[in-house]
């Protein structure tokens, strides 16, 4: 039985004839490089521009929320003694306080 002298000899016979070219073969190794095991990679790419979206709804939806948070409170800023007289029934000394609830 005769061996050959390259143990790599037998690996490179068994590939399929395209890849038996070194160009596509180095080739086919890059890609497989850049697309799963790059810092860049594809993976990477598509995880971070996930979060990109991700993280751009939640500004919008905290921009939202910041926008209703001032209204309320330019409101509050113009009702205090509303707010004050319903909440904690201040009143005046010469003067009653009634309170009417609506039930929807």
């Keep these: 039985m005769a061996f ?3 143990p790599w000899q037998a690996v490179w016979n068994r590939l399929p004839a395209p890849l038996q070219n070194r160009y596509y ?3 086919v190794i890059f890609l497989f490089i850049m697309v799963f095991l790059d810092r860049h ?4 790419q598509w995880r971070l521009w996930r979060s990109q979206k991700q993280l751009e709804a939640d500004k919008t939806y905290y ?9 309320e409170a330019e409101d509050f800023e113009l009702t205090k003694e509303k707010f004050a007289r319903e909440h904690y029934y201040m009143k005046r000394a010469d003067e009653e306080v ?3 609830k609506e039930e929807k």
């Design 4 to 6: 050959s002298s390259n």
């Design 25 to 27: 073969l180095t080739l």
């Design 41 to 44: 990679s594809l993976w990477t």
């Design 63 to 71: 921009q939202g929320k910041i926008k209703e948070a001032r209204e």
């Design 98 to 100: 009634f309170i009417i």
